[in-house]
């Protein structure tokens, strides 16, 4: 059976030694910002979402694609040619509309979900390759109303201690707590976690670790969330 955000809250409450810490805002705080946390960490398979094929057009540079819901990013796309050969395409956060100097796609924005750019702009293809485009989802934001719903958050079941380990280090935040620990920059630029920071840091490298993540199977590497 999926789990609640509010199930999680209550499982902590007893290690802030019952403060007021189950009423809004700071439950919901906590439980956004857990979610949050993982949210980002990773292109999750709940996560995400993946267009349908769409035909690009020959010299154009813009490509209209069925709305993509509660898109927030582009984090991998592919052209599919006549051949079957699959071409990477690199997300960037902004292209131009310019359609004078065109050659085979290399870079991909959107401009809005239901709006792709490509760049350069395609042209001579026959037939017209399909493009499909893997998304980044916007997280359900968590509320008075829905927070005891199960399932609310996505994570699957298997996964939900790391939501809760979350949830635990934020409510240590919310108490002042030194048991929440922190992160220091060590030799070498590597980021060195205490606490129960750390604990989550370490299953949230665990998930990724055994979590086959949609993006791998365009070779993306596992940092770009």
Known sequence: MPFSPQQSVDAVKKFIKDLPFDTDPPKLRTVN???????SFAPWRWTVGVTAATDIVNDSATVAVAAMSDFDRIVAAYLQLATGDMVELIPVAVLPTQTELKGPPRKIAATSDTSIILQPPPTGYLPAPKLVVT??????????????????TGIPDAWFYVFTAAVLYYAYLYADDPRAGGAVAVAGGAIQYSGQLGVVMAALAEMRERELLPVDLLGQDKRDA
């Open 135 to 152: 998304f980044k989802k916007k997280p359900t934001e968590i509320t008075a109303a829905n927070v005891a719903t199960a399932g609310i």
């Open 33 to 39: 910002d857990a979610q949050g946390l993982i949210w």
